[in-house]
């Protein structure tokens, strides 16, 4: 499986692969690995991912097309 939402919101940002490697402390090649889905992606980057692009996992995957994050958690007073 190719992650090509997580390339396509890259290159709207106008961000290098090597960026993201820094962002989420791996190598280029490892990055690379993950948008050509050669490589499974950690549920820690896709957490990460996720926030960086205030998006969902869901997004990421290609699961749903709503782009919106979920709401957060509420947390008792």
Known sequence: MQYERIR???????????DLAEYLHC??????RY???????PTDVLIA???FYNTSIDYLLGITDEKNP???K???P
Do not use: M, W
């Open 49 to 51: 991912l996720a926030k």
């Open 8 to 18: 396509n919101l890259r290159e709207d940002a106008d961000l290098y692969q090597r």
């Open 35 to 41: 948008e050509l889905g050669a490589r499974d992606i």
């Open 70 to 72: 979920y709401p957060r």
């Open 27 to 32: 190598s280029q090649v490892a990055y690379s």
């Open 74 to 76: 509420r947390t008792a």
